[in-house]
Each structure stands twice: as structure tokens, then as C-alpha cells.
């Protein structure tokens, strides 16, 4: 399990402790509750970090970002399912004003 430490850099997102099978994320905890992968739907590396979006059960979106050099994790991006216009098969057009 892989937990978080401050090593000193600056927080961008919500610090989550995450547990990893092989090499992505299984389940991670939120708070006090511990949130259940369900797929992995995509991956990307950066310099520093590595990315993960994740759908858990219920249909919920999340990216979460790996520090490598710190070994910390955080919640950059959450999507609730249902959401309009965010989700990863998009039902109906979009409309931006």
C-alpha cells in the first residue's frame, strides 16, 4: 500500500491514500470511506506525476495523480455519473455558451 508523505512539494489536488494492484489503482480512501475501483479507463504520464481516471461502481468518474518523487497521491478530478455533458460516452450533444 502506498501511503502519503509530505517530501515538500505543493499540493494541486486533495491528498488520498491509494492502494495499487500491479500498476494502477484498486481502491483508494476518502475520508473516512474507502472507494472501490471498478476500471481503469485511461492512463498518462507526465514529468512528474503519473494520471489514472477511474470509474468505481455506480458509475462515478475520478482522476487521481501519483506523485513519483514524493510517492503521494491526490483527487485531482471528480465527475459524478449522470453528470451533463461529462461523461465518457456522451448521450446528447453538448452546448456551450
Given at each position: 500500500?502506498?501511503?502519503?508523505?509530505?517530501?515538500?512539494?505543493?499540493?494541486?489536488?486533495?491528498?488520498?491514500?491509494?492502494?495499487?494492484?500491479?500498476?494502477?489503482?484498486?481502491?483508494?480512501?476518502?475520508?473516512?470511506?474507502?472507494?472501490?475501483?471498478?476500471?481503469?479507463?485511461?492512463?498518462?504520464?507526465?514529468?512528474?506525476?503519473?494520471?489514472?481516471?477511474?470509474?468505481v461502481a455506480g458509475g462515478?468518474?475520478?482522476?487521481?495523480?501519483?506523485?513519483?518523487?514524493?510517492?503521494?497521491?491526490?483527487?485531482?478530478?471528480?465527475?459524478?455519473?449522470?453528470?451533463?455533458?461529462?461523461?465518457?460516452?456522451?448521450?446528447?450533444?453538448?452546448?456551450?455558451?
Amino acid at each position: 500500500m502506498l501511503t502519503p508523505r509530505n517530501n515538500g512539494a505543493k499540493p494541486s489536488g486533495v491528498r488520498i491514500r491509494v492502494e495499487c494492484d500491479a500498476t494502477s489503482p484498486a481502491r483508494f480512501v476518502l475520508g473516512d470511506r474507502t472507494v472501490e475501483v471498478a476500471a481503469l479507463l485511461d492512463r498518462w504520464y507526465g514529468d512528474e506525476a503519473d494520471y489514472f481516471r477511474v470509474r468505481v461502481a455506480g458509475g462515478d468518474l475520478y482522476v487521481l495523480k501519483h506523485l513519483r518523487g514524493h510517492d503521494r497521491w491526490e483527487l485531482t478530478s471528480f465527475t459524478r455519473h449522470g453528470s451533463v455533458g461529462t461523461s465518457v460516452e456522451a448521450e446528447r450533444p453538448r452546448v456551450l455558451h
